[in-house]
């Protein structure tokens, strides 16, 4: 299976794999087959059937279009401690991801067309084939008080304009960037968050906090703020109607409700959730380790991790520490909800790797964020061993999704199997688990709370527009 002598970075020069479960939700199709890669190019795909495809099912080794965040801090420059393009673009061939967008929160912030510049080389540099597309940010040095040059990091090239990190805290500033970016052709990628809710607070407003002890983060201050952001998209788009809005790791069902009648009411409006909150919940704090879908009883209502006995770590890990914070199984369940009926656009990591320094610290000081491109389709994965998810909607919300998503912004790549094409793929094997360690980890960032966990989905390969970007050690 493995390709012959291709070396990292190097194209792809032979590939056969015989009897996989190939996915490709371009033609919503799923099945046996079997693919060869000849010189970087998908030379043949062949869907099998009949006594051919006996002995075949989605349990082994899976063949899927290259994975798309559309959301991922690298760090550079300014916290290479933290993580490096380098490392980054490593971690994400070993998560099974070929195209990620790259947050504009570095320092200094990649405001102007020079850093951007920068981060490119830098991608450049790390010889990886996995294609990197860069956001501008939306105000100048993310302060929120003037626009960023966004005409200039238009022109060279930036995807889109996002203050990442934080909201677009003042909504005239969001209307301007709405406006002006959309007569770029750009969207503004907002992170929904209002402010005066959130100033100290620590944890989702629930029973956990109030019996951690930690302040309060109500749902309604990211509602309000996806509510603030659709009126203002709505008064933008009479005068511009190509301006374009896209709200990132939404985590509650009050956010969800909204983008959900938002769209119904033919707003251009996408969002993304991450696979943590649609998979951890505000329990772990406490010590509980379970799925979200498992601190759900029967009907659907949510069980006390003290209430049965559910409790099997420490409580206060600051690796759990992430914003949004994590949130209710209720909220969670709305999320795998919304990324069903096709509300939720994409799956997005919203990796955030820190240094141990800026992580094993008190829980309330901790950074926010979780290091997760690597874990990301494990996750993801676990909700479909569990038949919450179905595996083609979960490999369409990790590819052709945020595909989608990239199109509407201009992005010229494509993510599916089809012959004549640069391979991009990647394969995985659902028969056998692997433990997620931090040595194991490409990224620098160890800052999750999966460490020494089981997750489904091995990556034994990616390749990315026909090179190889990442292959299973042995
Ligand atoms: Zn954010």
Do not use: Q
């Amino acid at each position: 299976m493995a390709p012959e002598g291709a070396r990292l970075g190097g194209v792809v020069a032979d590939l056969e794999v015989s009897r996989a479960w190939l996915v490709d939700p371009a033609i919503g199709r799923e099945g046996p087959g079997d693919i060869v890669v000849e010189d970087g190019v998908l030379r043949s795909v062949v869907w099998l059937d009949g006594a051919e495809a006996e002995g075949i099912d989605d349990r082994g080794v899976v063949v899927a279009p290259g994975l798309v965040d559309l959301h991922a801090h690298f760090r550079e420059p300014g916290f290479e401690d933290a993580e490096t393009v380098a490392t980054g673009m490593a971690a994400a061939a070993h998560g099974g991801f070929t195209t990620v967008c790259a947050m504009a929160n570095t320092s200094p912030a990649i405001d102007e067309a020079s850093v951007l510049v920068r981060v490119r080389e830098a991608a450049e540099r790390s010889g990886s084939p996995v294609e990197l597309l860069v956001y501008g940010a939306v105000s100048a040095g993310r302060k929120g008080e003037t626009l960023a040059a966004l005409g200039e990091l238009s022109d060279g090239g930036a995807i889109g304009f996002s203050d990442d990190g934080a909201p677009v805290r003042s909504a005239a500033i969001l209307r301007h960037a709405l406006a002006y970016a959309g007569m770029l052709g750009r969207v503004i990628v907002d992170h929904p968050e209002e402010p005066i809710l959130t100033d100290g607070a620590e944890a989702n407003e629930g029973l956990v906090a109030t019996i951690l002890g930690l302040k309060g983060w109500p749902t309604a201050a990211e509602a309000s703020a996806v509510g603030r952001d659709l009126a203002i998209l709505t008064e933008v788009l009479a005068d511009v109607p190509a301006a374009r809005l896209h709200l990132t790791h939404l985590s509650t069902a009050a956010s969800l409700e909204l983008v959900r009648r938002a769209k119904a009411a033919g707003l251009p409006v996408t969002c993304d959730i991450t696979p943590h909150h649609l998979a951890l919940t505000d329990e772990w704090l406490a010590g509980a380790r379970r799925w979200a879908w498992e601190a759900l009883d029967e009907d659907g209502r949510a069980r006390s991790p003290w209430a049965d006995g559910a409790l099997v770590a420490g409580p206060f890990d600051p690796t759990l520490r992430v914003n949004p914070p994590l949130r209710s199984a209720l909220d969670a369940a709305a999320l795998l909800a919304a990324l069903v009926d096709g509300t939720a656009d994409a799956i997005a990591t919203d990796h955030a790797p820190h240094t141990r320094v800026d992580k094993e610290v008190e829980f309330g000081l901790a950074a926010n964020g979780i290091s997760g491109i690597e874990t990301a389709l494990g996750i993801v994965l676990a909700a479909v061993d569990a038949g919450r998810l179905p595996l083609s909607r979960a490999i369409e919300a990790l590819t052709t999704g945020p595909g989608g998503v990239l199109h509407g912004w201009g992005w010229g790549g494509s993510r599916r199997l089809v012959e004549g094409e640069a391979a991009d793929l990647v394969l995985f094997d659902r028969s056998t688990p692997w433990r997620v360690e931090a040595a194991g980890l490409a990224s620098r960032g160890k800052n999750t709370p999966l460490l020494g966990r089981d997750l489904p989905g091995r990556v034994l390969l990616t390749v990315a527009g026909g090179r190889l970007a990442y292959e299973e050690p042995g």
